[in-house]
């Protein structure tokens, strides 16, 4: 039965998320992006409220939420800062391959202990962003970037399994082109002791298109953000006489912007829906992280094109959102693989 | 939020697959061939009679109106998608009141529902009707067209000249819009049933079109037609008041351009249906011609797939908004022109993958890439639908 509706629950946690993102993060992105770091009050509150455990299961003490969830509340506060969301969110799509292959006995073991102590993090990196070698039962090798100044434990994911690690990696920090509120650092594993590890193809294509559908959501809200932004100054600010939205050049350009990151948001819904029905989504949320991606590439110059010279400075949040949906298109195996796994339907 | 369709529509889709595949597809080709709409008496309008189609959605008097189709609108554009999959322009082709049906059950007295749409409740043969907006000098600026009604004791006299108008020298009447007071520009728009063999229509021209051969797009003439009063819509019973002293003026035309609103996201999905068939060839295409493993090929049809899936997503939510009754205007339009720049796009595309293949002319690809561009110029082009949404999103001014 086609709705496009929310039900009350969702409504609520969004208005709550939303209402969190703009009054305790805003005023301090671009704190947030020069410290590196998120303040430790903020991540207490967004811990009290539940939301660093969205969707770990009830009997873990998690909300047990779906994926239309973690989708919704990521365009929330990828709209405010997607940097500080993935600090905030400290299992982040790690979760995925924990649940997936290990379900709560992995859950248990591996993503609790980060939740219970304060700072922690938990990073996923996928074997094809990095140069990892596996020998007795230890990794070594290194992963360019990774959106974190912590790593306490390490998932790293595989076309047809997963590994954790716990001990044995070292963290070089970054300078980093965006999401720097949630830290950027070089990781470099030595002979890091393999603590767990799962072959499955199948559970890891799962687990991978969850994580794509998570980067794909934080982008939405990075687009989202960046088109209403340069929306909003454009009926603003003047030019030849009247608001610069009301040459029709600028007109269409919103026009189109605004159209654009609504087949980003058709896209990521339709594929948590069908994660959420139980079903193989898969190639959805690949099609649909392609699609962030390619809307990023039209929205994010285009944010900072319309302010101008304005746009340029980082007095204005536009030319953050253009590089933050860059890194964010590079995140989770990029925007090629993702193409692959969008054309599986034709085999 | 769900986006699934139930199995009691999944059926009637399947019912309208068929149908299509058996029916629709080849009276559409046979009319490309030809180059023509299919002739009045083709055999196809006959057998779509019997299917039980060419019937009006009024349930006769005394019967239950409504002023919309009774199923939603979110039916309506499913089952058009799939139809227009077939081919496009045999459904604008097949018998039936069609595109002013909404407009007079929304707006006619009892009256003129009896006297014209009676005849579609059991029609003894094929019928049609049409409606006639567009005019040579243009289409979309409304408050701008040239034909005319003057009052003339108990009758009005239709001066002007319409054009791209579907089925009007086959239908029983043409809802003709026209100006009645052209000092006030949009508010003096009406509309009027103008019955075939009127002195004064003709001058019926058939064109020849790029693509859609099925349907007869036609343009003709009303020089000093003369109408009996009661053939203003929704005026028939009040004949004898002056335009600018009746409330339901403003009505009649906002009546028409509330039909157009709510008309768009139909033909959305006919343009998404027509870029799923070229969708669907072009994979044919590629595994009979071992193309599949090249990326080229494999990034192109990945492309297809996707965007027509955000197109039908948007489709749907400008219907769903409609049928919940909520404002869709912005949707509507960017549905539109979403789903009829990418469907052009993708028979584009298509295009490319079947390489001289497509330059011969005979591949079902190729017409589609000619059927697809009429999409994105009917009821608004991609433009004006830019317009519209910037007019709602920016403010951009009249």
New interface residues.
Partial sequence: ???????ED?ELIVDTIRSFSNERILPKIRVFESERRVDDDVCKEFAMASFDRLELPESLGGSGLGM?ARVLVNEEMGAVDPGAALALDRLGPAFYVLDAFGGLKALSQFARPILETEGKRAVLVLESDSTFDVEHGRVSGAVPWIPSSRADLVVILSDTGARVVEHGSSLQPLRGSGLRAAGASSLRLEHAPVIAQWQDARKAAQALAKARLYAASLLLGVLRHSSEFS?NY??NREAFGR?I??H?GL??L???M??AV???R??V??AA?KIDRGEDGTQ?SA?AF??AVEASRFIGPNGVQILGGHGFMQDYPVEKAMRESRALGLWMGGIDRA?DD??K??E | MDFEISKELRKEIDETREWGERQVRPAGLEADRNGAPLPVDHLYFRRYLEHGGGRTRWHGAGGKSSSGSSDGVVKSVILGEETSYWDRGMTIANPGVGLPEGIVLASSTEEQKQRFLGPFLEPDRPRWASFALTEPSGGSDTANFKTRARRDGKHWVLSGAKCFIGNASRADWILVQANADPDKGRAGQRAFFVEQGTPGLGGFKIEKKMGLKAYESTSFTLEECRIPENNLLGEGDRASEKPEQSDKNVKGYKSTMGTLNASRPGVAASAIGIARAALDESISFARANDLMKQIRVRDRLELFQRKLRAAWLMVLKSAWLADEGKPNIVEASMGKVYAAEIAQDIATLAMELLGVVGARGDHLIEKLYRDVKALNIVEGTGQIQRVIMGRQLVGLPR
């Fill in positions: 039965m086609i709705d496009f509706s929310l039900n969702l239309l929306r454009a009926m608001p939205a009301h029709q007109a269409f919103i026009v189109d605004y159209t609504e087949s980003v058709l896209l819904h339709d829906l959805e099609a392609v699609e193409r969008a054309s339907f034709l």
